[in-house]
């Protein structure tokens, strides 16, 4: 019986061992293959990472995340010391949290590079970088044309035209609620706050990096308006901004200010029954259009933990030159 059991003790040690072996090796064979976790919107194309692969023998294994989960599955994984991916979007208002949690792998650039993207600012600290900027993500306010069109109204060049468009809309039976907003307590909506405030106002931030206070009550009051006159769906306060930005896509809303995506995403067909019908515009200001609107970057950086650090920053170098860049648009 004694010898069964040691027999048995011996086997499961080799077996844990043996596992043990075959993983090393396979992640020493693997080591030009990393992950890369990306809102759809940010992922290269199949040809891309063809031409990629065939460049320098690095196979990206993209992993479509929205953009609301990966700082979550980020954080979850780094806890334990893992890797939700080698590589993975950082937004601009991540870096912080990113960087004190040693989050992130440094990210060597020559100084043209550097020269190059004005954006990368927000994402180096004490002259370190921690990600490359994609996307500088400029908001923009997008209305449907036809719906619009229905209450003889054209696209609005302040919030009064819209206001006054909206009631219409309510009115008539054309959209429920036809301005969307995301209301959740949540990042979209600090974002919805300060572009509203700023592009009424021209500021937002004070030279002393205070918040203006005279911009942010208009801000509010704006949105209060809309709220109380049920212009904006209350269910907001529950969805992620990505679902409220969605909206546009199914006429359930007639007009927003959302990412830069949206310019094409409105007339994708694959996602989109809008095709034709929504038109990008510059946002409306106060009195008439705004002079300005705001840009909230986002990048890709590379996990401290990951066990491909030369083919992982051989990949964020190559997705985020210029000749790729422009092939994402």
Same mark, same amino acid.
Request: hydrophobic share 40%; proline share 4%.
């Given at each position: 019986?004694?010898?069964?059991?040691?027999?048995?003790?011996?086997?499961?040690?080799?077996?844990?061992?043996?596992?043990?072996?075959?993983?090393?090796?396979?992640?020493?064979?693997? &080591?030009?293959?990393?992950? $890369?976790?990306?809102? @759809? %919107?940010?992922? =290269?194309?199949?040809?891309?990472?063809?031409?990629? +692969? !065939?460049?320098?023998?690095?196979?990206?294994?993209?992993?479509?995340?929205?953009?609301?989960?990966?700082?979550?599955?980020?954080?979850?994984?780094?806890?334990?010391?893992?890797?939700?991916?080698?590589?993975?979007?950082?937004?601009? &208002?991540?870096?912080?949290? $990113?960087?004190?949690? @040693? %989050?992130?792998? =440094?990210?060597?650039?020559?100084?043209?590079?550097? +020269? !190059?993207?004005?954006?990368?600012?927000?994402?180096?600290?004490?002259?370190?970088?921690?990600?490359?900027?994609?996307?500088?993500?400029?908001?923009?306010?997008?209305?449907?044309?036809?719906?619009?069109?229905?209450?003889?109204?054209?696209?609005?060049?302040?919030?009064?035209?819209?206001?006054?468009?909206?009631?219409?809309?309510?009115?008539?039976?054309?959209?429920?609620?036809?301005?969307?907003?995301?209301?959740?307590?949540?990042?979209?909506?600090?974002?919805?706050?300060?572009?509203?405030?700023?592009?009424?106002?021209?500021?937002?931030?004070?030279?002393?990096?205070?918040?203006?206070?005279?911009?942010?009550?208009?801000?509010?009051?704006?949105?209060?308006?809309?709220?109380?006159?049920?212009?904006?769906?209350?269910?907001?306060?529950?969805?992620?901004?990505?679902?409220?930005?969605?909206?546009?896509?199914?006429?359930?809303?007639?007009?927003?200010?959302?990412?830069?995506?949206?310019?094409?995403?409105?007339?994708?067909?694959?996602?989109?029954?809008?095709?034709?019908?929504?038109?990008?515009?510059?946002?409306?200001?106060?009195?008439?259009?705004?002079?300005?609107?705001?840009?909230?970057?986002?990048?890709?950086?590379?996990?401290?933990?990951?066990?491909?650090?030369?083919?992982?920053?051989?990949?964020?170098?190559?997705?985020?030159?210029?000749?790729?860049?422009?092939?994402?648009?």
């Amino acid at each position: 019986m004694k010898k069964k059991n040691l027999l048995l003790i011996i086997s499961l040690f080799l077996a844990i061992v043996l596992v043990g072996c075959s993983t090393e090796s396979k992640q020493e064979a693997n &080591s030009n293959e990393i992950s $890369f976790m990306i809102p @759809d %919107w940010g992922a =290269p194309t199949d040809d891309m990472l063809k031409e990629f +692969k !065939d460049e320098t023998g690095i196979t990206v294994n993209v992993i479509p995340t929205s953009w609301d989960d990966i700082r979550s599955k980020i954080a979850t994984a780094a806890a334990g010391n893992q890797v939700a991916a080698d590589v993975f979007e950082v937004d601009w &208002s991540w870096l912080g949290e $990113f960087r004190s949690a @040693d %989050w992130l792998m =440094p990210i060597e650039m020559s100084e043209e590079d550097i +020269k !190059d993207m004005p954006t990368l600012k927000s994402f180096s600290v004490d002259n370190e970088i921690y990600a490359i900027p994609y996307a500088n993500d400029f908001r923009i306010a997008y209305f449907n044309e036809d719906m619009f069109k229905q209450v003889g109204k054209e696209a609005p060049k302040s919030w009064d035209d819209l206001y006054e468009a909206a009631m219409l809309l309510k009115e008539k039976g054309i959209a429920k609620y036809p301005v969307g907003l995301p209301l959740r307590a949540d990042e979209s909506t600090t974002t919805t706050l300060m572009w509203l405030a700023y592009t009424r106002n021209n500021i937002f931030f004070n030279d002393d990096n205070t918040i203006n206070e005279e911009a942010l009550k208009d801000g509010l009051e704006t949105i209060d308006q809309f709220v109380k006159a049920g212009l904006i769906d209350p269910s907001n306060t529950e969805i992620s901004g990505q679902q409220v930005y969605a909206k546009i896509l199914n006429s359930e809303i007639a007009f927003m200010v959302g990412p830069s995506s949206y310019v094409t995403r409105v007339n994708d067909d694959s996602q989109s029954k809008v095709v034709g019908q929504v038109k990008p515009i510059l946002l409306p200001g106060k009195t008439d259009t705004a002079q300005s609107t705001l840009p909230f970057a986002e990048a890709v950086g590379i996990s401290k933990y990951t066990k491909n650090k030369e083919a992982a920053e051989t990949f964020v170098k190559w997705y985020t030159s210029k000749k790729n860049q422009i092939k994402s648009i």
